[in-house]
């Protein structure tokens, strides 16, 4: 392979890594404080894509506007989630299998209630983003050219911005009093309570970051991609869940290397021509961790098997 | 043979020209039938305690290989229904031996990915064989038997309703015999503590591999019959929303006895129909079922015992206080 075609498939494998693992810090973080799946996380991906294109297209609002709105909105239909489709379960103490079959229902529920608003508004199930969207201002939109290298600013700024809200992330948990309760909750609920710390609260708190980064990734799965549907939470769902289960479910860390690890993967079984079995060769390197090593490249071994 | 078929046709006559009126067709009622068997595919595995979404994969392996047997083998529709459920379960052996090692959430993510990727060799199966036989003979060969996301369409319908019923009826019939039987105790034994029942002397691995592939085959019968009805098979008729509906059936109609996911299946396949006005929101309404049921139902429809639980909940709600006792 030419240098130059390496250098390319390189810069898009990482942004769209940048993309996956925002995502699927998503799916991280609730699994590591309450230890359930939330597959109506897709959903939310789906709907920051949504408030996104709104805030372009309807509102003409600036790009930055756009992706605070989807990540408030992704944030807050998240929340939704924590009160309406887990906290009834934990309180009867339903079973996690329980709590996953009720986050699929609402994950169903906001997607066809995505595509309401859709057909609504569309009058069809596709939308587009407007193209040279930079996201950040002052940023040029034309693709910089080094030698046979094209590169969309947008690219760097998605990646740029991706890591941005990771560090803030990591900083929020290992530096902060906030941080600290969230990690105190995750380590034992009922001790964490009996200490004072309002454990309702760092629940909403957890969901809102969750649906916050679901939000972007959306909304930065739109300006790459432009194509948005009320569906494109699919095209990530299992990819997310690969992400989390490479890492070591419930790692932050283990889940923005598992983010970065399937889009290399990914582009990679493109570029070797492989392009309609992408998809396929992450699944199936899901089904070999979850086999050979459950607890994830990164995690703590968990008492995943019977 | 024949004047029983017979019979049994004009039995069923009646009894679709009585759901008429609610807005049941004999088509209506045949998806409720599929659904049906659909429910019971995962009722099986819910039982024993696994909780796996392969239903959806297997449906697919089982419609893809009915509809090839009728089509391009000429086979009978029984023949091809023994095929299929053959091929869900040949399948099912492999997949299950390492996956059903794994325990819940992560059991569930496995049969997802083991979902998908059935819905993607479907979807590429022409082209990976025809790139295939290109490099092996040397010249491009072209190969035709999935047909990609077009799928595999002018089906016969081979499917008639008495066949269902009949299938149906057998079905059930066994499964009430499995569950007073000793595998049919050993799943139950695993479900509740696995521990237990691999130290009480049960084959904890052999009991539920026998599972999964009887679930498999199970959802192998409904992709054919299926098949034979739409007329039509394609990768995306055996998507993640698919395995969705199923769990849904389960969940709608409850684990604790065999009627549940059959009435949930044939419920939430009749609704939309009877419901018409419903058509548009329609996946607003199963997703609204299914979290509804799980967070106010956790026993689904056919469960007594959940009822007077729930009829109590809401009666310590209305009156106040003072009258009732602390509960």
């Known amino acids: 392979m030419e240098i130059s075609v390496f250098l390319q498939q390189s810069i898009n494998a990482v942004s769209l890594g940048a993309i996956y693992a925002l995502f699927a810090l998503g799916y991280a973080l609730v699994f590591s404080i309450l230890g359930v799946l939330n597959l109506a996380h897709s959903a939310v991906f789906a709907w920051g894509a949504f408030f996104g294109l709104v805030a372009l297209q309807t509102l003409q609002l600036p790009a930055v506007a756009g992706l605070a709105l989807a990540m408030l909105g992704g944030g807050l239909l998240s929340v939704a989630l924590e009160l309406v489709a887990f906290r009834p379960l934990r309180r009867r103490n339903a079973s996690r299998i329980a709590q996953l079959i009720s986050s699929i229902g609402a994950g169903m529920l906001l997607v066809n209630i995505a595509q309401l608003i859709y057909m609504a508004l569309y009058n069809t199930t596709e939308a587009y983003y407007p193209q040279d969207v930079a996201l950040l201002p002052f940023i040029p939109t034309e693709p910089i050219i080094i030698g046979s290298l094209r590169i969309a600013p947008v690219r760097i700024v998605i990646l740029l911005l991706a890591l941005v809200i990771m560090v803030l992330l990591q900083y929020l948990v290992t530096r902060t009093r906030l941080g600290q309760q969230m990690r105190a909750v995750a380590f034992n609920r009922q001790t964490a309570s009996l200490l004072g710390i309002h454990v309702g609260r760092v629940f909403v708190l957890t969901f809102f970051l969750a649906g916050a980064f679901g939000g972007a990734a959306g909304m930065m799965y739109g300006i790459a991609f432009l194509n948005v549907t009320p569906f494109i939470g699919n095209n990530v769902a299992l990819i997310g869940l690969t992400a989390i289960v490479l890492g070591g479910m419930g790692s932050i860390q283990g889940a923005v290397a598992g983010g970065f690890i399937v889009a290399a993967l990914q582009t990679a079984s493109t570029a070797a021509g492989g392009s309609s079995y992408r998809d396929a060769i992450v699944f199936l390197l899901l089904f070999l961790v979850l086999l050979v090593r459950p607890q994830g490249l990164l995690g703590q071994p968990e008492n995943t098997r019977a | ?327």
């Open chain 2, 1 to 327: 043979m024949e004047t029983v078929i017979a019979g049994f046709s004009a039995l069923l006559d009646a009894l679709i020209q009585v759901l008429r009126p609610l807005g049941i067709s004999e088509p209506v009622f045949q998806f409720m039938l599929v659904s049906a068997i659909l429910g019971l595919s995962i009722y099986l595995t819910l039982i024993t305690g696994m909780f796996s979404l392969a239903n959806a994969g297997f449906m697919a392996i089982g419609a893809y290989t009915g509809v090839i047997l009728t089509q391009e083998a000429g086979w009978s529709l029984a023949g091809s229904l023994v095929g299929g459920m053959l091929a869900a379960g040949l399948v099912a052996l492999p997949v299950g031996l390492p996956v059903l090692r794994l325990r819940d959430i992560y059991l569930a993510i496995a049969t997802i990915g083991f979902g998908e990727i059935v819905r993607i060799v479907a979807l590429n199966f022409d082209d990976t064989v025809s790139s295939l036989l290109t490099s092996l003979n040397g010249e491009r060969t072209a190969f035709e038997l999935l047909n990609g996301a077009r799928g595999i369409i002018g089906i016969p319908r081979l499917t008639q309703t008495w066949m269902l019923v009949f299938f149906l009826i057998v079905i059930i019939g066994l499964i009430l015999r499995l569950h007073r039987s000793r595998l049919g105790r050993a799943m139950v034994a695993i479900r509740q503590d696995e521990k237990a029942a691999a130290s009480m002397g049960i084959n904890v691995v052999y009991v539920k591999n026998v599972v999964f592939i009887l679930s498999a085959m199970l959802a192998g019968a409904a992709g054919v019959f299926n098949g034979h009805l739409t007329r039509i098979v394609t990768p995306t008729a055996f998507d993640f929303g698919r395995t969705v509906d199923i769990l849904a059936f389960a969940v709608l109609g409850g684990t604790s006895t065999v009627a549940g996911p059959v009435v949930g299946g044939m419920a939430l396949a009749a609704l939309p129909e009877v419901l018409r006005f419903l058509d548009e929101f329609r996946g607003v309404f199963n997703g609204l079922v299914l979290l509804l049921v799980i967070v106010f139902l956790p026993g689904g429809l056919v469960n007594p015992a959940g009822w007077r639980r729930a009829w109590q909940r809401v009666r310590a709600r209305i009156r106040p206080a003072s009258e009732t006792a602390a509960d």
